[in-house]
T-cell receptor, first 116, second 115 residues
Framework: AQKVTQAQTEISVVEKEDVTLDCVYE???????LFWYKQPPSGELVFLIR??????QNEISGRYSWNFQKSTSSFNFTITASQVVDSAVYFC?????????????FGQGTRLTINP | DAGVIQSPRHEVTEMGQEVTLRCKPI?????LFWYRQTMMRGLELLIY????????DSGMPEDRFSAKMPNASFSTLKIQPSEPRDSAVYFC?????????????FGPGTRLTVL
């Protein structure tokens, strides 16, 4: 069965610090997809990134970067030079390719607070 | 372009009443999902549709919950009768592309409170 673990329930840092959000997943599939979503205080879920299991290249988008390591089943998310607007709950999610399934399994989320 | 539209945004009802949540997916998307978010259980997939057909409803908690998608631009999630433990935020999401695991676009959610 799929499982996504975000061990950090809450993180609080001071603005401009770098912060890494951890995500560990379990799957029996060789083909799967990993996602990160952001849920700001307003409540909506915002897509950040999708990565498939065959692409282990790290990705950088502005202050955001993602480190995918199949060897440790991890897909960690780093925010560099954090800003107050980064305060949100961040979810890691997994979907498996079996039968073209589109089911997303979410982790419990990490609440990130950036203090001015 | 309009995103996923959900109504109502907030619903307060009394135990035993019927509740209907509505969703309009993004035009052209062929997948529609209903999720529930609670503090205890996090984000759970309840049911999803492909081309208006229910594909997997294994997440629907019990027979009190039902979902329909009569056409490509409208879906409902109904709870009858509602119970206090159904209080949660219900999200609708849509995505495009068969088997490609494209990102899901979420609506703003409906916050349901059952008294």
């Amino acid at each position: 069965a799929q499982k996504v673990t975000q061990a950090q329930t809450e993180i609080s840092v001071v603005e401009k610090e770098d912060v890494t959000l951890d995500c560990v997943y379990e799957t029996r599939d060789t083909t799967y997809y990993l996602f990160w979503y952001k849920q700001p205080p307003s409540g909506e879920l915002v897509f950040l990134i999708r990565r498939n299991s065959f692409d282990e290249q790290n990705e950088i988008s502005g202050r955001y970067s993602w480190n995918f390591q199949k060897s440790t089943s991890s897909f960690n998310f780093t925010i560099t030079a954090s800003q107050v607007v980064d305060s949100a709950v961040y979810f890691c999610a997994l979907s498996e390719a079996f039968l073209g399934a589109q089911k997303l399994v979410f982790g419990q989320g990490t609440r990130l607070t950036i203090n001015p | 372009d309009a995103g996923v539209i959900q109504s109502p945004r907030h619903e307060v009802t009394e135990m035993g009443q019927e509740v209907t949540l509505r969703c309009k997916p993004i035009s052209g998307h062929d997948y529609l999902f209903w999720y529930r978010q609670t503090m205890m259980r996090g984000l759970e997939l309840l049911i999803y549709f492909n081309n208006n057909v229910p594909i997997d409803d294994s997440g629907m908690p019990e027979d009190r919950f039902s979902a329909k998608m009569p056409n490509a631009s409208f879906s409902t999630l109904k709870i009858q009768p509602s119970e206090p433990r159904d209080s949660a935020v219900y999200f609708c999401a849509s995505s495009a592309g068969t088997g490609s695991h494209n990102e899901q676009f979420f609506g703003p959610g409906t916050r349901l409170t059952v008294l």
